[in-house]
């Protein structure tokens, strides 16, 4: 009696589940790294509800930042995410790196362990720290390039917001209680199925996507309505920022290839939960159904996450080649000819399961088209620095190291769209070595370049230049020796997801590439380490102007730290790259001649309902703790109808007084403090006034 | 490109003008979002018809029943001749809106969308009961795993939709029709015409095709 109930309350979840103990009875190096990883969850956990309370940090917390529906606050809560999740990536990309430095013959990690790893690690690079940060980023950046107070549902942003982190929670829960899948990150049955994993692994892995994946689609909607409705007067298509271009190309795409992702997971839990034959071996399931479903996704989610990173690079080279940006017509054209073209490729993701070769000549020529957009892009970027007075700021070093390095891996791409080489190298290193070529140097620099170019934006300082460019070099250093090594493994015939391997050939390639993995956690720690040196060194990089790099858009036309409603007076936009124009004829810090009040939608419970109750929802679907999950979801959804029932939160109406006072006293500073030319962009008199630039190019 | 542009404006770049008080019409915005979320979801129902369509086929029947056993026209055309009602009668209900004919018209008329919604969903459910008590189950087949991933996935909608129009009853009846109630209306008349619109794929593909 007393055992029934037990089962009932706690499902699946009994002894063996608790990783954190596992290494007690069985002290092997396997078994320590498990356990010491379980640990480090629950220690970091621990330390941060430590220094929370410490530093009384729980109520500023949560009204500054958690009940908030300001996009900038939740674009921070983004990153942060995706930060935590880039550690946690890293760490196992480096422990698998080791592992296979020393897997001739066997290594330290048991195979089960390393499919564990490179199953988290591809799931949370992508999920959990790609996605959010380029989600951060379009929140932090897109209402301030278009003009906007807020996005057009600031409430649904918090929503979304909520559901990633639920994802993100389950994923980080998974490191203690019970085994994540240890399919891949794309999961394919009939070996994820419930014959084959029976526990509660895939299950982890169906209900953190499907939980993320709701919130992306929502921020999809969310941000393609706040780009076609909430820009500033005057501020047609034509004259967005290339960054918001990119932003809405992305935003479309999450409308329409999140769906499959939603799809084939939702399938898979039918199987594994209700016997359905979606995919299993038998009874008539198909499995082609699966990887076709998935790659309708991921194809397009590569470009999802691509583009944002090219937006940023747009917005990068031109502020600092001082030139307004080349071809910005062709780089529209070349963004929304990729968007559409990336929904007609993804069948190249398996060339080899066994279609007709006429259907894989058709893919595998689309593939090679879809090369041709992002050609037009390198060579706009590169039109836009020549002639111009490059200064190699360190988003410049991560956007020169990228468009080396991504042309690289645009060419090994090439190379994989052929059918016929595919078959050659397809589940070899070299593929692994292509992908991580196309989305570090384009995905992962994008993004850095993109957190220390709007950081003082957000907060009022500049990052650390120096540990910048360590940090930088470290990552570009670190990735060429963890990844060209791959290439050459892999056209040697080394497969991928293999713990061990007997060819003595691939030892010394594979030691080179554990050296990278050093280097790139060096990079990761003085990342770290450049964030604390620029806060405890705050006060000599402050930006007060708003303007630290002569910058071209909107945004920079505001003060830093951004006020909460972002313009005193909603500007009037008469032409591409608004700030700079303005700025040539002299005219960059205009007084508005009227003031108004300004409504800002009013906070919300939302975001943190979901965070908690979708965990809980995801947890007690995982575990089988159907209690569980049957109230999380009675609380969301009687949370929505509430919410419906009782209608918006009150607006916070901020005087027009109080704005004229603020945007007076921030001219009035601006107006003391000396331009500075841009050979002192990187000194302590920077305070964020820009100078005009006297030679000018066209 | 930009600076020349310019030079026909008084301010380059950027100014600020006495602010017009606009309108910020949260409908208009509120439908938009509308539409894209529908958008998504019709892929969700395209998927499902997919792998459906890909089921038709003898290795996925897998021995059991085939759409020909299972499928009879009365059922079905009972479920549509309700849905497609109940259509109707959501329109009448945006007319009374639209025309201001008083808070009973749009109440009585939401009443009969949401009775017909229940009919539909009561014969529907009876047809899965009938499938139950056969053998036709989602574990039996590939076949019947894809039925009744895309045929209750409508019906949840349609029970997500009903719900929605209970929630609405009970807004309009204690808060009239205001311009919250107006907004949130079409959209659920939006959703609901969606779904017949769902609905007439799976008649056409699922029940039609399968006697055929």
């Known amino acids: 009696m007393t055992q029934e109930f037990w089962k009932m309350v706690l499902g699946r979840l009994n002894f063996e589940s608790l990783d954190f103990l596992k290494a007690f009875y069985d002290p092997t190096l396997n078994e320590v790294i498990l356990t010491g990883a379980a640990w480090a969850v629950l220690a970091g956990g621990a330390l941060g509800v430590a220094v929370l309370t410490y530093f009384r940090l729980w109520g500023p917390m949560w009204r500054k930042y958690l009940v908030s529906v300001d996009h900038k606050r939740i674009g921070i809560m983004y990153i942060v995410l995706a930060f935590l999740m880039l550690a946690r990536g890293v760490i196992e990309g480096v422990v698998m790196r080791a592992q296979q430095a020393d897997g001739l013959g066997g290594g330290f990690l048991s195979a089960d362990h390393y499919a564990q790893l490179f199953s988290t690690h591809g799931t949370i690079m992508i999920f959990f720290f790609a996605m959010p940060f380029l989600t951060g980023l379009i929140n932090i950046v897109v209402p301030l390039q278009i003009g906007a107070r807020d996005v057009s549902f600031p409430m649904l942003n918090s929503v979304s917001l909520g559901l990633t982190v639920s994802g993100a929670m389950l994923i980080m829960i998974s490191l203690v209680l019970g085994k994540f899948s240890t399919g891949g990150w794309t999961a394919y049955p009939p070996y994820t199925e419930s014959t084959f994993q029976p526990g509660v692994g895939p299950d982890y892995w169906i209900w953190s996507l499907m939980l993320a994946g709701v919130g992306s689609t929502l921020t999809g909607i969310n941000f393609v309505v706040t780009i076609l409705k909430e820009r500033a007067p005057g501020m047609t298509l034509m004259k967005m920022p290339m960054f918001t271009w990119t932003a809405l190309c992305t935003s479309i795409l999450m409308v329409f290839a999140l769906p499959p992702l939603t799809v084939a997971a939702g399938m898979l839990a039918y199987d594994r939960y209700l016997g359905f034959h979606f995919f299993t071996n038998a009874l008539g399931g198909n499995m082609m159904n699966f990887a076709n479903l998935l790659w309708l996704f991921g194809h397009p989610e590569v470009y999802i996450l691509i583009l944002p990173a090219f937006g940023v690079y747009s917005e990068i080279v031109a502020t600092y080649s001082g030139k307004r940006l080349y071809g910005y017509g062709s780089l529209v054209v070349a963004t929304m000819v990729i968007a559409i073209l990336s929904f007609t490729v993804w069948l190249h993701h398996f060339f080899t399961m066994g279609q007709d070769a006429n259907v894989n000549a058709a893919f595998g020529i689309a593939t090679m088209l879809i090369g041709v957009p992002t050609g037009v892009k390198v060579y706009d970027w590169m039109a836009t620095m020549y002639r111009g007075r490059v200064r190699f700021s360190v988003p410049m070093v991560y956007m020169v190291a990228f468009m080396m390095l991504f042309v690289i891996g645009g060419l090994t791409g090439i190379i994989l769209a052929n059918p016929s080489i595919d078959f050659q190298v397809h589940n070899t290193l070299f593929l692994v070595a292509h992908f991580h070529n196309m989305l570090i140097p384009g995905l992962l620099f994008g993004m850095l370049a993109g957190y220390t170019y709007w950081f003082p934006k957000v907060f009022g300082f500049r990052l650390n230049d120096k540990w910048g460019y360590v940090s930088a070099y470290c990552w570009i250093t670190g990735f060429v020796l963890v990844f060209f090594p791959l290439y050459i493994v892999g056209l040697m015939g080394m497969t991928r997801r293999t713990v061990a391997y007997t060819n003595p050939a691939y030892e010394p390639w594979m030691i080179v590439s554990g050296i990278g993995g050093l280097v790139v956690t060096v990079a990761l720690a003085t990342l770290v380490l450049q964030l604390y040196v620029s806060i405890r060194d705050r006060e000599y990089t402050r930006d007060i102007g708003g303007d630290p790099w002569d910058a071209r858009t909107l945004e920079w036309a505001t003060p830093s730290p951004i006020p909460a409603y972002n313009f005193a007076v909603i500007p009037h936009i008469h032409a591409r790259e608004a700030f700079a124009v303005a700025k040539e004829a002299g005219m960059g810090y205009q007084e508005p001649k009227k003031y108004s009040d300004i409504h800002l939608p009013g906070d919300t419970y939302m975001g943190v309902i979901m965070a908690v109750f979708g965990t809980g929802f995801g947890f007690g679907m995982i575990w089988y703790m159907w209690w569980l999950a049957i109230v999380c979801f009675a609380v969301m959804a009687v949370a929505f109808v509430g919410r419906a029932l009782r209608g918006d939160r009150a607006a916070v109406i901020i005087p027009a007084a109080q704005v004229e006072a603020e945007h007076r006293a921030w001219l009035e500073r601006v107006r003391k403090l000396a331009p500075i030319t841009r050979e002192h962009e990187q000194d302590g008199t920077n305070y964020g006034v820009a100078a005009p630039d006297q030679g000018a190019a066209a | ?212």
């Not at chain 2, 079409?186 to 794929?201: E, T």
Request: charged letters at 15%; zero cysteines.
């Open chain 2, 1 to 212: 490109m930009s600076g020349n542009s310019t030079a026909i404006y008084a301010a380059p770049g950027l100014s600020f003008e006495a602010e017009e008080h606009h309108d910020h019409d949260h409908a208009g915005k509120a439908l938009s979002g509308f539409w894209l979320f529908m958008m998504s979801d019709l892929i969700i129902f395209g998927l499902f018809f997919a792998t459906y369509a890909t089921m038709l086929t003898p290795m996925s029947y897998a021995g059991g029943p085939t759409p020909k056993d299972l499928f009879e026209l009365p059922g079905a055309a009972m479920e549509t001749a309700a849905l497609l009602t109940s259509t109707l009668t959501f329109g009448f209900a945006s007319l009374a809106v639209k025309y201001d004919m008083g808070r009973g018209k749009v109440l009585g008329w939401l009443a009969v969308t949401l009775a017909l919604g229940m009919v539909f969903l009561g014969l529907e459910i009876r047809e899965f009961v009938h499938m139950f008590a056969i053998g036709a189950v989602p574990e039996r087949s590939g076949f019947l795993s894809s039925f009744f991933g895309l045929v209750p996935l409508h019906g949840a909608h349609v029970t997500a939709g009903s719900i929605w129009l209970i929630i609405m009853m009970i807004q309009i009846a204690r808060k009239g029709v205001d311009e919250t109630a107006k907004s949130r209306l079409a959209r659920l008349a939006l959703f609901w015409h969606f779904l017949d619109i769902i609905w007439i794929g799976i008649f056409s593909v699922v029940y039609l095709g399968g006697i055929a």
